[in-house]
């Protein structure tokens, strides 16, 4: 039976840019689409907790819009997601993300 420890391990190269000093908020998705890392950041940002975000997909986790709002987030994310698994150049976009308070976030 694995632990959510291993399952969290991260590549050396993930771990280093993790701990870049940045001012961004950070999360890294697994390719089963599942977070594994989410830092204080994140945690300011969005009002959720590491404990309540790591192990869960990020489609099921993260509620948002894209920019217009023609697209959910989750379906966004999946398709960036496909694009990066396939090697391809990932497009910068805006999205808006829902917070706990009930608010919401614009983000590039």
């Not at 190269?13 to 950070?26: D, G, H, M, N, P």
């Not at 599942?34 to 404990?51: F, K, N, P």
């Not at 398709?79 to 391809?88: E, I, K, T, V």
């Amino acid at each position: 039976m694995s632990t959510l420890r291993e399952h969290t391990e991260l590549p050396q190269q993930v771990k280093s840019l993790i701990e870049a000093r940045t001012v961004e908020a950070v999360f890294v998705v697994d390719p089963e689409y599942r977070i594994v890392h989410w830092d204080a950041r994140a945690e300011s940002l969005t009002g959720l907790l590491a404990e309540e975000m790591v192990g869960k997909p990020c489609y099921e986790a993260l509620q948002g819009e894209c920019e217009g709002g023609a697209n959910p987030f989750s379906a966004q994310v999946c398709s960036l997601m496909r694009l990066a698994h396939d090697g391809q150049p990932v497009p910068g976009y805006e999205m808006r993300l829902f917070t706990r308070s009930g608010g919401s976030e614009w983000l590039t």
